[in-house]
């Protein structure tokens, strides 16, 4: 049975639940901020798609500025490669036969394509899988205090650097990091000193790409970079407002959600569980905040029921068949959930967008 998708018109208030619904002018608004305040320091933006995985609202941010788009896996770069999407980088290690080889067709058909790589191992992989017809562009990924992927050192970072200019089927095409939130100077200071490390070896290092949602409006303060990657800041959620990123105005998502069920007078249940919100907690002790119903607090989710806990909400909360919204605590899971995204202008719908890279998972 196909899911009952509202045509454009219908109010909100008439579609079924759960369902994800973005304001087409908080999107709009958001996607200018962001362009805008790349354009005023003079960096290059380059928006990671997996956020939304919508071709359209891609175009969208590349109609705005952006210099082309930041995909996660290569399953993600091929659904945008076949939408026409021609300058993407993948932030992620690359590894394994069957995904190689899917690289390097997807290198033959895009115009501009670029991988990271922070180890000798993943170096030697995507050299031997690729040769001098059309090399690939290596990033070489650095740790610079987010303790995920990355080489720890900038003497690190120039040694893989040389090993990577050397590499016949590879070009080194600069270094790249995913600080912590906060870290700006501690980037500054790692790409600086990376720099003049390759320029002794005379290595040129024509791309610092710097990212992250939270940190995007502090970009300027790493005067080294030159882009900066977000995702996030296209919908916006909760744990954004939480870090200062952007205030209630600026989020364009919301989860509708309707009342199944008023179990005590303490108690409510959403028809939006795990399916349909994201169990990422983010540092929140709940999952999700009810819209205009403080002290409602989303306590558990299991697979298709949110309960919600009213024992300190201020206001009367909805009763059974009445609807709320969910401002989710991460927008960029809830994507992955839904085949459609619904989106609206003044509580009308106005598109209907299939989530095209949804499970783009390897």
């Not at 079924?16 to 805008?36: C, F, G, H, K, S």
């Not at 980088?89 to 080889?101: E, F, R």
């Not at 999952?287 to 697979?303: N, P």
Request: charged share 20%; hydrophobic share 45%.
């Amino acid at each position: 049975m196909n899911y009952p998708w509202p045509e454009i018109g219908t109010p909100l208030v008439e579609i079924v639940t759960p369902m994800p619904v973005i304001d087409e002018d908080r999107l709009a608004a958001n996607i200018e901020r962001a362009q805008a305040y790349c354009h005023r320091h003079g960096k290059a933006f380059r928006p990671h798609i997996k956020t939304h995985k919508i071709p359209a609202i891609a175009r969208q941010q590349l109609k705005a500025g952006a210099v082309g788009i930041n995909c996660q896996k290569v399953s993600e770069a091929e659904v945008f490669a076949d939408a026409g999407f021609d300058d993407i980088l993948i932030t992620y290690n690359i590894l394994g036969a069957a995904k190689l080889k899917r690289l390097k067709a997807l290198n033959e058909r895009v115009a501009r394509l670029a991988v990271v790589a922070d180890s000798e191992a993943v170096v030697r992989g995507l050299a031997a899988a690729f040769d001098g017809a059309k090399p690939l562009a290596v990033l070489v990924e650095c740790d610079t205090g987010g303790k995920r992927c990355g080489v720890q050192t900038p003497e690190a970072a120039s040694e893989l650097a040389q090993k990577t200019a050397a590499a016949p089927g590879l070009r080194f095409a600069g270094i790249l990091t995913y600080p912590a939130i906060g870290g700006a100077a501690q980037v500054e200071a790692f790409i600086t000193r990376a720099m003049e490390l390759l320029a002794a070896k005379g290595i040129d290092c024509p791309i610092r790409s710097n990212g992250g949602s939270p940190d995007l409006f502090s970009a300027h303060l790493v005067p080294s970079a030159t882009e900066h990657r977000a995702g996030t800041y296209v919908y916006n959620d909760r744990s954004m407002v939480r870090a200062g990123h952007c205030t209630a105005d600026d989020l364009a998502m919301h989860i509708l959600a309707t009342v199944v069920s008023r179990p005590a007078p303490d108690r409510a249940v959403l028809d939006a569980g795990s399916k349909a919100l994201t169990s990422d907690l983010l540092g929140f002790s709940d999952y999700g905040m009810v819209d205009g119903f403080d002290g409602a607090r989303i306590v558990s989710l299991s697979e298709e029921h949110a309960v919600v806990d009213l024992k300190d909400c201020r206001s009367a909360f909805p009763e059974v068949g009445q609807m709320v919204r969910i401002v989710p605590n991460h927008t960029c899971v809830v994507s992955n959930l839904f085949d459609r995204m619904v989106f609206h202008r003044d509580g009308i719908v106005t598109r209907v967008e299939p989530i095209a890279a949804r499970g783009t998972v390897w």
